[in-house]
């Protein structure tokens, strides 16, 4: 079920009316964790059993590892459960991915090797549910907190439908607590939750679904050539809609839940206002970001094992994290292709850092790529901030080529058209698909600039009650003339 | 903010959305337009779930928008007495779908397959990208997208502004007619008049569009360019493997029951004599019926079927197609058993 649907809306209605009815709170957890079942089994029941599993298996499994003292057996059973979380998502996501490339090698090397081609279907949201577990089994050999008290509880925390399919991605510390005592929306929280719900939905349907994606799809879907004005207006329109497919569902699912009384952690915090790439990374997808650093980056040794190992796990890190995104080299490129401006980002801020110890005659501190360099080291001149975010923006818009891209080729007949290598170009986009896109690109560089440093709950707030309402009017308005019903978000194929 | 405060942005945006709706609704309606139906993937999958009830008396009505415009399905209905399941689809070639039917072990029934030279002897890729997003819509249909058309279906009966390809919001921004760069290759600005869809998919020209002639040169201007536009048609070995193609389909329908009839419906003005130099009747129709072995109504052979004159040169008006399908439907009796 997708937030921008007739059927969610009718839905949501049902959950809060049940929610607000005078049951005891174990049974509005149970309502609550049923509406998720059904919620995930509106795309594909049978894969609802992969959740079962996933849900029992490391619930036991998390128990068993904080409590079992034996050593040996706590690392047999964080394999196991590596194993068979990984394992699961290796299979559905990976498993035609890596056949495709065994193949390839096995051709290659001169073997006339040619399987049947699988025919996998990638259940929703495995990617997200995936890490949620995880992390929680690697909190528990590691002893970081303690053990979910019931089987109810833990399995609400995986499978809370605000966030299953798409994120944010939930650590146990930050959703487990709220469902240990009774919680209803507070008036404030209900509106809020609501007004949240209506921003992300206009941000999805109208910008994303309704205007750009009819100027992103041509562009990626040409197999001609195209202009510099073709293909950098449809490379900005993907930017703009990944940005607002994702950080909509985001948004939606964190107005979702705080109608319902819960709180999930913010996701997107302006990234295109970003100087750096550092500093991107903790703004966009901040809740993936967070786990690739704490599950990933820092058990690797993060930068405490010297500079060239700091380096090499950033890359590692960042590789990965393109994976991630989805079972194709194009993917890697794109986390590869970031991993490099972190590299670059870190040897210019290192040697700054060296600089300015040396006239400050301090000690230059050892520097974590995910933490708050940029802002330290970049914004010494602050004058230069926008310049500097303005360059940050384009220079991931390349990297947005690789990541819309089906493959290389595509890739780089794309790159060929931004640079003007293209000299026989028909023209693709008609003049008012490219103001469209202007429009809502500089409107939208204009909000993430202006809006960096703040919250939209917080502006509201500050705001008279009629400019509010006017506003979400327009999106109303905007939202029921857009008719983009029913469209899949990007990030559920991830 | 108070959560008073937010309580009365929130009724704010309800009133002000509920009287722009309205409004937008009654201006709409006072220009004579009425609601229809958006015929998308979710439509057509409605329909593609009908062609089993019951599995071998229905007929199934496939092709491209003249199979739409020009058999009109309650007149079908009325005159056989048999269920008819419209499954066209405007500017598309129909064989995507026939094989798909062709293989459905399930489908027992009668397949009407109108045949459109120009799209059904050709294999330019956007010709196939409608129905392979249809069928791929029908296989992958999840059940919240079953419940939100359900839902969806008595809003998009009651309410004009519903209308996605004439009235959402990028298709509004887009009649600002700004200039195009040289070379740029618009999309078919088709006028809202020439196509009002029913739920069972039967497509309808307005009122309108009957008595304004310059609605009528609009859509004859754009046969023309299509006509233009289009490659030269397949020929040779590309030819045989199309036709061969189909009469494999046709065997496997036949093997279960069910049975296969072209149908020429037709066009008129220049677009019937362009069709008729491209397309020569002996060395397409001709051989297609001599190759599937299939029973075939080419309207001129027909004198009943013969003298319709369409307002676009390309499909007939509603009230002609009522007296196509009656004329078609008493050929089917009589002369094809």
Avoid at chain 1, 33 to 46: Q, T
Avoid at chain 1, 74 to 101: E, H, P, Q, W
Avoid at chain 1, 226 to 255: E, K, N, R
Avoid at chain 1, 300 to 326: A, S, V
């Amino acid at each position: 079920m997708v937030f921008n649907s007739f059927t969610f809306i009718a839905f949501f209605i049902i959950i809060l009316i049940l929610h607000n009815l005078p049951f005891s709170w174990k049974v509005k957890k149970i309502n609550l964790l049923i509406a998720s079942y059904i919620f995930y089994a509106a795309w594909n029941p049978p894969f609802i059993l992969l959740l079962w599993l996933s849900t029992v298996v490391d619930y036991f499994v998390g128990r068993a590892l904080y409590t079992q003292p034996n050593k040996h057996k706590r690392r047999v059973l964080l394999v196991a459960s590596l194993i068979g979380n990984l394992g699961m998502l290796c299979f559905f996501k990976y498993g035609t991915f890596l056949l495709d490339n065994f193949v390839g090698l096995t051709n290659l090397l001169g073997f006339d090797y040619h399987p049947a081609t699988p025919n996998i279907i990638l259940p929703a949201g495995i990617s997200f549910y995936t890490f949620t577990t995880l992390c929680y089994t690697i909190d528990m050999y590691k002893r970081r907190g303690e053990p979910v008290k019931s089987l109810l509880d833990f399995s609400l925390f995986v499978t809370f439908f605000p966030h299953l399919v798409a994120g944010p991605i939930v650590r146990p510390h930050q959703l487990v607590p709220q469902f240990e005592s009774p919680r209803k929306a507070s008036r404030q929280q209900f509106f809020d939750g609501l007004f949240l719900l209506t921003l992300g939905l206009f941000m999805k349907s109208v910008l994303a679904d309704g205007i750009l994606s009819a100027a992103a799809d041509p562009v990626f879907g040409s197999q001609a050539g195209l202009s510099p004005l073709d293909a950098w207006t449809g490379v900005l329109a993907f930017s703009g809609q990944i940005f607002f497919d994702f950080a909509g569902y985001s948004t939606s699912a964190i107005g979702v839940a705080l109608c319902l009384g819960f709180i999930l952690p913010q996701n997107f915090l302006y990234p295109y206002a970003a100087i750096g790439f550092s500093d991107f990374w903790r703004r966009w997808h901040i809740t993936l970001s967070a786990w690739l650093r704490d599950y990933l980056y820092i058990p690797l040794g993060g930068n405490r094992e010297g500079k060239l190992k700091t380096y090499i796990n950033m890359m590692i890190t960042m590789l990965i994290g393109g994976l991630w995104h989805g079972a194709n080299w194009t993917f890697v490129a794109w986390g590869g292709l970031h991993g490099l401006y972190l590299w670059i980002e870190k040897a210019i801020t290192d040697r700054r850092t060296k600089k300015l110890a040396f006239l400050a005659d301090v000690k230059s501190t050892p520097v974590n790529p995910t933490a708050p360099i940029a802002q330290s080291l970049l914004s010494v001149n602050p004058k230069f901030g926008l310049p500097k975010a303005m360059l940050t923006y384009l220079l991931i818009c390349i990297t947005w080529v690789f990541f819309r891209s089906g493959t290389f080729q595509g890739a780089w007949l794309l790159l060929l058209g931004m640079t003007g290598q293209i000299h026989t170009a028909q023209p693709l986009l008609a003049t008012i698909s490219i103001i469209k896109v202007g429009v809502i690109i500089v409107a939208m560089l204009a909000f993430h600039w202006l809006m960096r440093n703040t919250t939209v709950l917080q502006v509201v707030s500050k705001l008279p009650w009629f400019t509010v309402g006017i506003v979400w009017s327009l999106m109303l308005i905007l939202l029921l003339l857009s008719q983009e019903s029913g469209k899949s978000f990007i990030y559920f194929q991830f | 903010m108070p959560s008073n405060s937010l309580v009365k942005s929130a009724l704010l945006a309800i009133i002000i959305t509920f009287v722009a709706v309205c409004f937008w609704e009654i201006h709409l309606r006072q220009n004579g337009i009425k609601p229809d139906y958006d015929n998308g993937a979710e439509l057509w999958t409605n329909k593609r779930k009908m062609v089993y009830e019951p599995s071998d008396k229905s007929t199934v009505i496939l092709g491209s928008s003249r199979g739409a415009y020009d058999i009109d399905i309650p007149t079908y209905e009325r005159t056989t007495g048999k269920r008819a399941i419209q499954l066209c689809m405007d500017g598309s070639s129909p064989r995507t779908v026939f094989d798909d039917l062709a293989n459905d072990p399930k489908f027992k029934g009668k397949v009407i397959l109108d045949v459109t030279e120009m799209l059904f002897f050709n294999n330019i890729p956007f010709m196939l990208s409608t129905p392979a997003e249809n069928l791929a819509y029908y296989k992958k249909e999840t059940p919240a997208q079953k419940v939100s058309f359900t839902l969806d279906v008595p809003l998009e009966a009651n309410l004009v502004f519903l209308n996605q390809g004439f009235f959402s919001l990028n298709a509004l921004l887009n009649l600002f007619h700004l200039k195009d760069r040289p070379g740029f290759r618009p999309d078919l600005p088709f006028p809202l008049e020439f196509n009002s869809t029913d739920f069972n998919r039967q497509n309808r020209m307005t009122d309108k569009f009957l008595i304004d002639t310059s609605l009528q040169n609009r859509v004859r201007g754009i046969w023309m360019m299509v006509n233009g536009m289009l490659p030269p048609p397949i020929k040779g070995k590309e030819f045989a493997a199309n036709l061969q193609n189909v009469k494999e389909n046709v065997t496997k329908i036949r093997k279960r029951g069910g049975d296969v009839i072209f149908i020429r419906t037709p066009s008129s003005g220049p677009v019937a004599a362009i069709e008729a130099k491209v397309f020569p009747k002996s060395e397409y129709w001709d051989k297609l019926l001599a190759v599937t072995g299939c029973k075939g109504i080419h309207y001129t052979d027909y004198p009943a079927l013969s003298n319709f004159v369409c307002p676009e040169f390309s499909h007939l008006s509603p009230r002609d197609a009522m007296v196509y399908t009656e004329h078609l439907v008493t050929i089917l009796k009589t002369d094809k058993n």
